[in-house]
């Protein structure tokens, strides 16, 4: 029941993240591709449809691995199917989903982000007085470490979904002990 449980939210993250492609080719494409004087619209391709690129892979392995997925995070229990779902285990199923929720939202933009630093880097090279505004070069860079900080937090939900759940059961014992 509760791997069921898991699979069946991990598929649905994995129909999210297609969508979520969708929207990011309908909505950037076009408009990087066809307004600006680019020199090379293929890097603009490449840049634009790389992040969506990424999501439909995650997508597709993610809906390909949800039960090992979930069999990672529930171990083989003879009782599993017998057994009501407990609160726990629901949290462990919540925080391990909305992990990978964050690592297939930052790891495209990762990419996205390099691919765009490498086209300012490479436009500095080949035209030698190309003033780069620095403010936007500080934009990109912060928000670039926010997507290696999003990566690593939704590494730690997915992979220690378990240790946090005993945290908040800690704390909330703490808390009523406190209360009463």
Known sequence: MKK?????LFKVLS??????ALSIIADKFPYQYWTGNYNDKLLVAIQT???AFLLVIFGII???RSEAIASSIFKSDKTDELSAITPSEIHVIAFSTLGLFFLCGSIPGIVKLIIFLY???????????LQIDPVLLAEKYGYLVFLIIQT???????FGSSGIVKLIRAMRGKSYEVQK
């Open 62 to 64: 993610i809906w390909w």
């Open 152 to 158: 690593v937090i939704g590494a730690w939900l997915l």
């Open 49 to 51: 449809s790389a992040s």
């Open 4 to 8: 069921e449980f898991a699979v069946t």
């Open 15 to 20: 129909i999210y993240s297609f969508i979520e």
């Open 119 to 129: 086209q300012i880097n490479a436009a500095g090279k080949g035209y030698p007085g």
